[in-house]
Structure formats: C-alpha cells, structure tokens
Nanobody
C-alpha cells in the first residue's frame, strides 16, 4: 500500500523551530517531485516548498523563503521540512505530497498540525 505519513508537528513559541518529516511507505522517492503544503484555518491550501524529481531544484513560497528548507533523506524514503523563525502566521496543518512532477502530486499524507503561539 502506497502511503505518505507526516510527523513532527507540535506547539512551538514564536521564533522557534520545527522539523517536519514525511515518510514514504510502499514506494521510494527517487524520481518523484515532493511538495510541502499547508492549510491554515479559514484559508485555502497553499504550496510551501517543492523539490524537483532530481532534487536539484527547490522552490519556496515568498512567505517562508529564507526560513524553511526542504530536503530529501539519504534513505530515499523520507523528506524533511526544516522550519526556523516560526511566527503565528505559520500555524496550519502541513501536508506532504509526491508525484511525477511539479503540480502532479498523486500521493498525499494525512497532515500534521503546527501551532505557533506564546
């Protein structure tokens, strides 16, 4: 069974850091584009960061550029989102997704909650 499972969400104070993980089950991530998305309460889902199939190209939303970093694990089954300098506007459910290319995501995780609050 093909699955993508996120973890690492938590309650964190403004200015803090978190690292989200997404583990693939039933497939490996070689040749897949990976995306991290988030949905804040009352808002549309937005793309946070994506990494290309080769892993050579990363893109970031302007709101997270310079604070978030996407990366692939050496095990070819995990992808990470390092989030630094978190602020309350980063509060959302974060999802990862994989697919054959940007915007072609076919496997989605169930989401992990990130809450930034003092």
């Amino acid at each position: 069974q093909v699955q993508f499972v996120e973890s690492g969400g938590a309650l964190v104070q403004p200015g803090g850091s978190l690292r989200l993980s997404c583990a693939a089950s039933g497939f490996i991530l070689d040749g897949y584009a990976i995306g991290w998305f988030r949905r804040a309460p009352g808002k549309e889902r937005e793309a946070v960061s994506c990494i290309s199939t080769s892993g050579e190209t990363e893109t970031y939303a302007n709101s997270v550029k310079g604070r978030f970093t996407i990366s692939r694990g050496n095990d070819k089954k995990t992808v990470y989102l390092q989030m630094n300098s978190l602020n309350p506007e980063d509060t959302a459910v974060y999802y990862c997704a994989a697919g054959p290319g940007y915007g072609q995501y076919t496997v989605w995780g169930q989401g992990t909650q990130v809450t930034v609050s003092s």
